[in-house]
């Protein structure tokens, strides 16, 4: 298991690139190596799939563009078999592929033309997200900005003062909180939240985040830790 | 002769050459002509096809006869033939000419016998010489042969010399416009020789009829008349020669000859002198008839007969006028002086002289009137009757309706006028009885008389004439009560009484029958101008055509329909106006023929005559754009050439409109494509201009960091990277706007609404935007209450985004951007009204108008111009306002007013709440 690259005596984690453009393959294996990742390349889906059993990558770098197999395809393939998180690039206005890959298991997205700062976010994001195996919740405690989270004791407090919510936007918000940085569909959410079969009550949803934000945030149309994704989902802030 | 006198006229060389051109499509024509059956034409024509095919002409026989001759049966062996058309009537066989077959096979050269031949009814045309017609149209070359006697202008002759009336005639015209004629001449004695030996065969006629036909006498002339047709013709060809090259030499008269057509049996016989007289002169000639009141009485068949004519004196090249008058000698006189004819040609009077003496007659009235016209009298003949009636037999086959007997209810005028005398004669006994003298009396008569003329026409005015003179000696004459006349004076009084009685009633009738006449032509008139009223104001090619119709229907009282093509080329009438009428001509083709050919077909006419209606094309500048069906009844003949030139001129009109209507579609869609096209070009200029300054930059920038980015500072280098980024990032906002513009354009964005809480969407915007307001402090005020709106949350983002950035953009750096929304109640719901506000130096006001239009930068801007025009139409598409407007204090605000439809879906209350 790789940690984010720079831990001394950890070895580099492993990006897998499938893209298909050789110039954006060329600028991210530059920008990805010289933050100390290891850079895998596949320009073909196939080749990719065949890459990621080979190499066993860290995280994968995936354009939803390819032009042998789909996107969303080599999504599912892969999560047939790795956990290993999977970072979807898209062309701005193709929200739904957006949205079908990420129900689908990758999870976060980035729209072209993107910022290598953005892109180093989500991948620390993410590896982080893969470190974390899923233990022991008890005891975790999710701390940002102002606001901290006891998952053990079931508390919310913003600048010390404790909220009170109700018992699903609690729910909520631990989902949310519990991938700070990546963002989840409106889909997961709701099944996390509200059951499986309810995937389509987008509306509810809707409502719920709202109240939720006016309760936790100071000015709701400039949320600072319920950020929303356009036609995706939602995000809990990282930092 | 001067020499410019010399020249040939240009005009004439023209007309020369647009005819040479109109005759390069076409096939050419032979025509083997004799004197009279068996001097061996169709031999001759099958020697010359021989000859044509060993040359390696593509030759086919479309119909030839053999007669029985062996030798002629030998000359046909070896080429191909087209199979007969075999047609059934009454109870025969009858073996045809295959036209559609000759047409499908396309030869070069095809043979077909017997040009002046009438084809069996149900056959595509009535005469053999227009399949002709229609193969020559096709470019196919046809030999073909012919008698003389079949000549329309020389049958009255013809008839006159052998004492046999041909049937089969052929027009004039289509012998003149034959390529080429041959004359195949066998001397008389020899014919006979033939005739002897049996290799002569005639058909169809009676061996009586051919004995006096093959008589020597008859030979002689015919074949003299067949000589000088063809001298005739030559002499033509080089006289036109002879014209095209020196007009001087040449000058053709300027006679015209005008002719007289009556409804008597001479007409044919008038017509086709008139005709002969106007080729010996080179002239134009007129054929004309009189409509008097008179005529407007006349039996069906009569009219028929004297539509008849005028069809003849068209077909021989007249051109046909229709006067009304009442006396028919003062009506031709001032019509020809009017169009300066030079020579009048009349049938001569017919009946006794002392008829002719005392009521007139017209040849003898013309001839009276001086005035330097020639009048030329042609006598009538023996067979004169026969010819008319020929020419009858030929107008019912052609399924002509001659106009029905006008039947007034007669006995009832009669007893009426017998009930007005009554009452006249009781108005004199009183006045009698009052001590009145007789004079007095025979004025009350008199009025009895006037008035019955007036209103019960001539017959009733002359029975009470009568009827008034025997009641006026009966009672008011001594000796009373009889009818004894004891002064011889009082006969005089009865003279003049009866033909002032008379002379009333003619005058009356005459008066109420023109207006009757000017009643029908003003209908006429008005219907041709309530016509061109109503299709000039109408548009919309389908409006159109119902306007049509019923005007149409109106004028004519009898079922109509305009057929027009569909989306496959096939007619059908308008949607709306099914015409059962015309379904049962619908397996002939008919109207599909009329389309193709531009001439009128159907009843009543020479092609498919056996069809139910009349079909007229709608020939436009361009050619025929639809058909005008008309289902003929017997007070509609179009037979009478005024009512088929009220048809064709209706017929024009309306396809001039329909004409004017296409033009004018086609002329709006040039001038949507026209802006269209200028759309294309402006983003096309706009497009290049903004890629090309970005790249520029990039590539300028890039290149030199590559060449020399060694030796440049660190600054510069950064600096020089920051430019190449924020050009991509202008690269990249031009691309995506233009492919926002494209897909709004193309209809493909359609709005995804859900109901989404608006601090969302502003909170998304504002996050994406982020960087770019860097500078502008931005501040939120949502009202509390807002209700959600059915967006597509994506769209909204982006207008927000653009109006941002715009804000950002135009105003100064540290200037504050607002943001604020509140509800709006209003008639039937809330609107939400999002206002964006900057404290820049807001919009110009000349400027503020156009700030929406696409390509529209404001002074000094960077950036498309398009990203406001998307956003109003994003806003736009949901039903929504965007304005622009300066605020009071300084600075612009663009305004969103979103309506909220309906309300959002019930949610499913939280049981922990």
């Not at chain 2, 706007?737 to 109901?755: C, K």
């Not at chain 2, 110009?844 to 139409?873: C, D, N």
Request: net charge negative.
């Amino acid at each position: 298991m790789s940690a984010a690259p720079g831990e001394p005596g950890v070895p580099p984690p492993t990006v897998l690139v499938i893209e298909d453009e050789a110039p954006i393959r060329a600028f991210l294996r530059t920008s990805l190596a010289g933050h100390g990742y290891r850079v895998v390349e596949a320009a073909r889906g196939e080749d990719g799939l065949v890459h990621a059993t080979t190499h066993v990558p860290d995280v994968v770098i995936l354009d939803l563009g390819l032009p042998d197999i789909d996107g969303l395809v080599v999504t599912r393939r892969l999560r047939e078999w790795s956990a290993a998180p999977i970072i979807v690039l898209s062309a701005r206005g193709q929200e739904q592929d957006k949205v079908a890959a990420l129900d689908a298991g990758a999870d976060d997205y980035l729209t072209k033309p993107f910022s290598v700062p953005e892109l180093l976010a989500r991948l620390r994001v993410a590896l982080r997200h893969a470190a974390r195996t899923g233990g022991d919740e008890r005891g975790s405690v999710v701390s940002v900005g102002e606001l901290l989270l006891d998952l053990g004791t079931r508390r919310v407090t913003l600048a010390g003062a404790e909220l009170r919510l109700t018992n699903l936007e609690y729910k909520l918000l631990v989902a949310l909180a519990r991938h700070p940085g990546r963002v989840l569909t409106h889909a997961q959410l709701l099944r996390e939240v509200w059951g499986p079969g309810s995937e389509s009550q987008v509306h509810t949803l809707r409502v719920f985040m709202s109240q939720l934000r006016h309760k936790l945030e100071a000015d709701p149309a400039r949320p600072r830790y319920l950020l929303t994704e356009q036609g995706v989902g939602y995000r809990f802030a990282a930092e | 002769m001067s020499d410019e006198a010399r020249r040939p006229d240009p005009d004439r060389l023209l007309a020369h050459i647009r005819k040479e051109e109109e005759r390069a499509g076409r096939g050419r024509l032979k025509v083997f002509f004799g004197a009279a059956a068996g001097v061996g034409k169709t031999y001759t024509m099958l020697e010359d096809a021989r000859r044509a095919a060993s040359a390696g002409h593509d030759v086919v026989v479309g119909y030839v006869e053999p007669h029985g001759r062996r030798e002629t049966e030998a000359l046909l062996t070896g080429l191909e033939q087209i199979s007969w058309r075999e047609v059934e009537h009454r109870g025969m066989r009858l073996r045809e000419f295959d036209v559609d077959a000759a047409l499908a096979r396309r030869p070069q050269l095809l043979l077909v016998d017997e040009l002046a031949h009438t084809n069996a009814p149900g056959s595509r045309h009535a005469k053999r010489w227009q399949d002709v017609e229609d193969l020559l149209a096709a470019g196919i070359d046809v030999s073909s042969t012919l008698n003389v006697q079949h000549l329309e202008s020389l049958n009255d002759i013809v008839a006159q010399v052998t004492g046999v009336v041909v049937r089969e005639t052929l027009p004039d015209d289509v012998f003149d416009r034959a390529d080429e004629v041959e004359l195949v001449d066998l001397t008389v004695p020899e014919l006979l020789e033939r005739l002897r030996e049996g290799k002569v065969y005639i058909a169809g006629q009676a061996e009586r009829a051919a004995e006096n036909f093959f008589r020597k006498p008859n030979l002689i002339a015919l074949r003299e008349l067949a000589l000088r047709r063809t001298a005739d013709r030559v002499n033509a060809d080089v006289q036109q020669e002879r014209e095209l090259r020196d007009p001087q030499g040449a000058w053709p008269t300027r006679e015209r000859v005008l002719v007289c057509v009556s409804q008597n049996a001479s007409a044919g016989r008038v017509i086709r002198a008139g005709r002969r007289l106007a080729r010996a002169l080179r002239a134009d000639w007129i054929a004309v008839t009189v409509e008097t009141p008179f005529m407007r009485r006349l039996r069906g068949g009569d009219r028929a007969a004297l539509a008849e004519h005028l069809r003849l004196a068209e077909g021989l090249g007249a051109e046909t006028v229709t006067l009304s008058g009442s006396d028919v000698a003062e009506e031709i006189w001032a019509y020809a002086r009017s169009r300066n004819v030079t020579q009048i040609v009349v049938g001569a009077p017919s009946g006794p002289r002392w008829l002719r003496m005392l009521v007139g007659s017209t040849s003898d009235e013309l001839m009276e009137q001086a005035g330097g016209i020639d009048v030329h009298v042609v006598q009538a003949g023996d067979d004169d009757e026969d010819d008319a009636e020929r020419r009858q037999a030929a107008a019912a086959a052609r399924g002509d309706a001659g106009a029905s007997d006008e039947d007034a209810p007669v006995g009832r005028s009669y007893r009426r006028a017998a009930l007005v005398v009554a009452a006249a004669s009781l108005a004199a006994a009183g006045m009698s009885w009052a001590g009145l003298v007789e004079t007095n009396l025979v004025m009350v008569y008199l009025l009895g008389v006037a008035f019955v003329a007036a209103r019960y026409g001539r017959g009733p005015a002359v029975a009470a004439s009568i009827a008034s003179v025997l009641l006026f000696d009966f009672l008011f004459v001594p000796p009373r009560l009889t009818f004894a006349v004891s002064d011889t004076e009082y006969l005089v009084t009865f003279a003049v009484m009866l033909g002032i009685g008379l002379l009333i009633a003619t005058l009356t009738v005459r008066v109420r029958e023109q207006a009757v006449a000017a009643r029908e032509r003003e209908r006429r008139t008005e219907a041709l101008f309530r016509m061109s009223r109503h299709l000039s104001s109408t548009a919309g090619t389908l409006t159109l055509l119902h306007v049509a119709l019923q005007q149409l229907a109106d004028v004519f009282g009898s079922d109509v329909s305009i057929l027009m093509p569909g989306a496959h080329g096939q007619l059908a009438p308008p949607p709306g106006a099914p015409a059962p009428f015309i379904e049962k001509d619908r397996w002939t083709g008919v109207a599909s023929w009329v389309f193709k050919h531009g001439r009128p077909a159907g009843r009543g006419t020479d092609t498919l005559p056996g069809s139910h209606a009349l079909y007229v094309p709608l020939v436009a500048s361009r050619g025929p754009i639809g058909v005008m069906a008309l289902s003929t009844h017997e007070r509609l003949s179009v037979r009478a050439p005024e009512q088929r030139q009220l048809v064709e001129t209706l017929a024009n009109q309306i396809a001039l409109a329909l004409e004017r209507d296409q033009l004018a579609h086609t002329a709006q869609r040039v001038l949507v494509e026209a802006e269209a096209e200028r759309t294309r070009s402006a983003l096309l200029s706009s497009v290049s201009h903004d890629l090309r300054t970005p790249l520029a930059v990039i590539s300028g920038a890039s290149g030199a960091l590559l060449a020399e980015g060694d030796a440049l500072d660190a600054e510069s280098r950064r600096a020089m990277l920051a430019s190449i980024h924020d050009e991509a990032d202008r690269l990249a906002r031009l691309v995506r706007n233009l492919l926002d513009m494209t897909r709004l354009e193309s209809g493909a964005l359609v709005p995804r609404r859900e109901w989404q809480p608006l601090e969302e969407i502003v909170g998304s915007a504002l996050r994406s935007v982020g960087a770019r307001l860097v500078d502008h402090p931005v501040s939120t005020s949502l009202a509390a209450d807002l209700p959600m709106l059915l967006v597509d949350g994506v769209l909204i983002e982006q207008v927000l985004i653009n109006l941002l950035e715009n804000a950002a953009r135009h105003t100064p750096a540290h200037t504050p951007i607002e943001i604020s929304a509140r509800a709006e109640p209003r008639a039937g719901g809330t609107d939400v009204v999002v206002e964006v506000a900057d404290r820049g130096p807001g919009i110009p006001p000349e400027v503020l108008p156009r700030v929406f239009e696409k390509f529209f930068r404001g002074p000094g801007a960077s950036g498309t111009g398009l990203g406001l025009a998307i956003s109003r139409a994003v806003v736009e598409a949901h039903g929504g306002s965007l304005e622009a407007d300066n605020r009071d204090s300084g600075g612009a605000v663009f305004r969103i007013r979103l309506p909220v439809m309906g309300e959002p879906p019930a949610v499913v209350p939280d049981p922990s709440a």
